[in-house]
């Protein structure tokens, strides 16, 4: 479905993704998560991580073959749907916020900032979730990782997350293996469940935020932290390593746009 309103669903309002294609829950009802037994509707804490994922996790567990990245975009698979279903179906609590297809549309199975949506064990009350659609052939493709990298600086505007990604993968890491809360940024499930592997999401889809000057941290050594110690010093509010609002605030003050340390267009 394609029509001028369509977008992300935030709060209840629908948020483009500039030059994407978005179907949402509200435009089409069979791209929704199964609510309450995929997701709750009441977020006691503010988002402040996006979590990446794959759908295959590829390579993981037994199946070690590497990324398939194909050039351009990938044929339209009805992705969204098909993991709306599956997950319907399903008697786990299981299920993200987002998925993105191979040609890069975008699916919106439930409001990012209401519904705390099960797929990623403790890093799940602060965060959304998207799921970028891998083939049986461990097949992603570049141009839907474009896609995924403007769906994820949309959602660091909308949410105020500062664009910082791990530096490598490290396996997980206990900061974000007991929920996050000192962490803000783009993260992989791999990176805060110790039941998944290197491919979930693997390196991909890093090595393209980083192309857009996402920052790398090590969050293992709370590299991440010092460097914003040392920022909020500078901008003369409480330096304790975490860039929440008042740290937003006064980038923005400072002319930095959404508040953010790192500008997209």
């Not at 980083?210 to 460097?227: H, T, V």
Request: neutral net charge; charged residues 25%.
């Amino acid at each position: 479905m394609t029509n001028t309103s369509t977008g992300l669903v935030i709060r209840g309002s629908r948020v483009p993704v500039p030059g994407r294609t978005v179907t949402n829950f509200l435009d089409d009802p069979r791209y929704s998560l199964k609510l309450p037994e995929d997701g709750k509707a009441a977020r006691r804490h503010p988002v402040q991580l996006v979590v990446l994922h794959t759908t295959k996790g590829i390579p993981g567990g037994k199946d070690k073959r590497p990324q398939d990245v194909r050039p351009g975009l990938g044929p339209n698979v009805d992705a969204e749907l098909r993991c709306a279903r599956f997950w319907s179906a399903s008697d786990l609590q299981s299920g993200a916020h987002l998925v993105v297809d191979f040609d890069g549309t975008i699916g919106c199975l439930a409001d990012c900032a209401d519904v705390v949506a099960y797929h990623a064990k403790a890093m799940n009350a602060r965060s959304v979730g998207i799921e970028i659609y891998q083939g049986s052939a461990a097949e992603l493709y570049a141009g839907q990782l474009d896609a995924v990298c403007d769906l994820v600086d949309t959602l660091t505007m909308a949410f105020g997350i500062q664009r910082q990604i791990p530096d490598r993968y490290r396996g997980p890491l206990a900061r974000l293996t007991s929920g996050g809360a000192d962490v803000i940024g783009v993260v992989g499930h791999r990176d805060g469940d110790d039941n998944r592997g290197e491919g979930d999401p693997g390196n991909a889809i890093f090595e393209a935020l980083a192309a857009r000057k996402y920052e790398r941290f090590n969050f293992a050594a709370g590299d991440d932290r010092i460097a914003w110690k040392e920022r909020q010093a500078r901008l003369g509010v409480a330096a304790d390593g975490i860039p929440g609002p008042a740290t937003r605030h006064a980038l923005a003050a400072s002319g930095h746009a959404g508040g953010l340390w790192v500008a997209r267009p």
